[in-house]
């Protein structure tokens, strides 16, 4: 088993581990507590022992909430995944002047929520897809999501296109770009150490911006 050292959510749940708390409440800290885990340590050595020490809980109350460990980790991904593209629709009404539109939108998403939860997201989503014997409910959570990405590009593109405020190109070479580009900033910043995640994404930007308009 890999000992692992409690995160800052462990931490805000030990605080409450002990008092009576709605149970909708205990299994979102649990779910913030191991994305904590499973985002900086391969998901697949983390153990059920690992998460309940990180969350002061016993590991009973783990296995109240979710039946597997299997379970628990496509719980933290779901989330994970629904607070990204909530945090998306909220910004959308903001960025309806940005020439970007939703894709401005989508880069903003990425830039707010990269300290946490998008780098240990792209982390476990990156794990997943590195396993010899992938999850298929996992799987489908991982493609369900780029598949968000893409539409959500691809209709921005084809919308200013067909308003003429953007050149005619290869929609689908560009959503592909735009989706590796998001993702091997999050990965680079991992590799090379560097802490410039937002500023990455506003070059990501200005080449998209000059792409489309010129």
């Known amino acids: 088993m890999v000992r692992l050292g409690r995160t800052r959510e462990g931490d805000e749940l030990a605080k409450v581990a002990r008092q009576r708390l709605d149970p909708s409440r205990r299994v979102e ?13 391969h998901f697949s050595v983390v153990t059920m022992r690992d998460i309940a020490l990180a969350c002061d809980v016993n590991v009973a109350l783990l296995y109240h909430y979710f039946s597997s460990k299997d379970h628990l980790i496509r719980a933290v991904l779901s989330r994970a995944l629904g607070l990204i593209t909530d945090d998306f629709e909220s910004r959308r009404a903001a960025h309806e002047d940005d020439i970007l539109g939703d894709i401005g939108a989508w880069f903003a998403t990425h830039t707010a929520m990269a300290p946490t939860m998008m780098s240990r997201m792209v982390k476990l989503m990156s794990d997943q897809a590195a396993q010899p014997i992938k999850d ?3 799987d489908a959570l991982v493609q369900g999501f780029y598949r968000f990405e893409r539409d959500l590009i691809l209709s921005t593109l084809a919308a200013g296109m067909a308003q003429g405020r ?6 689908d070479m560009l959503a592909r770009f735009v989706g590796l580009h998001l993702d091997g ?12 995640i937002a500023q990455d994404i506003q070059d990501l930007r200005a080449f998209l911006e000059a792409q489309l308009i010129g």
Request: charged share 25%; net charge negative.
């Open 29 to 41: 800290l649990i779910l913030d507590a191991t994305l904590g885990l499973v985002g900086t340590s």
């Open 136 to 138: 298929p409910e996992l």
């Open 185 to 196: 900033i999050f990965h680079a910043a991992e590799s090379r150490g560097e802490i410039r």
């Open 166 to 171: 953007y050149r005619p190109l290869d929609s």
